[in-house]
Each structure stands twice: as C-alpha cells, then as structure tokens.
C-alpha cells in the first residue's frame, strides 16, 4: 500500500512558477503509474498530467500542454510537476495519485478510476 504526502504549494503571481512534489512511502514506488489531479472551488477534479512507471511516458491535459512537466526519480520514490507560466484558472488544490498496474503495462492513466492511492493535497493559488 502507498501513502502518499504532496508539497511545494502555496501562493504566487501570474507567470511564475512553482514545483510540487509527491514522496511516496514503501519500496515498490517504481511499479506505480503516477498522475496529478487537480480541484479548482466548486468544480470536479480534474486530470492534469500522468507518467508511466519508468519515466518514459507522459501525458497531459490540453490546458496545462507546455507549461507544466511531469517527472519521476524513482530512486527517491518522488514524483514532481514544474508548473510555469501560471495562470490564476491553475488555482486548485493539487492531488497526487498512484496506480497499480501489471507488469507488462508500459502506458500511462488519465482517468481517476484508475488510481489506487491518493495524496492530502497541496493548495496552488496563482494571482491576478
């Protein structure tokens, strides 16, 4: 089982940049497919950006396309999202998600079904 603590949120203009991190507990991290999710006040969560188990794949949603970047250290058992060019519509709380998958499966997982475990959150507040 996962336990999985996010960090790095918090407060900062429009057009700055933040980078979270999700540090997962347990000795099997490299066998997850990760993702981040995130939930802007009064809407559903949301997919921001997945990577498969070795790193070698990423995926993300349309808005957050070439400003943020997903990776992993799986010696760390760590997962990060460098978020620039912030935008307030990037407010939201942050979530980290793990997934369970068989070996075989190289891919990635948009959908939150998907997911096993799941972060606190970290809050993200961009202004104006």
């Known amino acids: 089982q996962a336990q999985l603590v996010e960090s790095g949120g918090g407060l900062v203009q429009a057009g700055g940049s933040l980078t979270l991190s999700c540090a997962a507990s347990?000795?099997?991290?490299?066998?997850?497919?990760m993702g981040w999710f995130r939930q802007a006040p009064g809407k559903e969560r949301e997919f921001v950006a997945t990577?498969?188990?070795?790193?070698?794949?990423?995926r993300y949603a349309d808005p957050v396309k070439g400003r943020f970047t997903i990776s992993r250290d799986n010696a760390k058992n760590t997962m990060y999202l460098q978020m620039n060019s912030l935008k307030p519509e990037d407010t939201a709380v942050y979530y980290c998600?793990?997934?369970?998958?068989?070996?075989?499966?190289?891919?990635?997982?948009?959908?939150?079904?998907?997911?096993?475990?799941w972060g606190q959150g970290t809050q993200v507040t961009v202004s104006s």
């Open positions: 998600a793990a997934g369970t998958a068989p070996s075989s499966y190289a891919g990635t997982y948009y959908r939150e079904v998907e997911y096993n475990y």
């Open positions: 347990g000795r099997t991290f490299s066998t997850y497919v």
């Open positions: 990577i498969s188990r070795s790193g070698g794949v990423t």
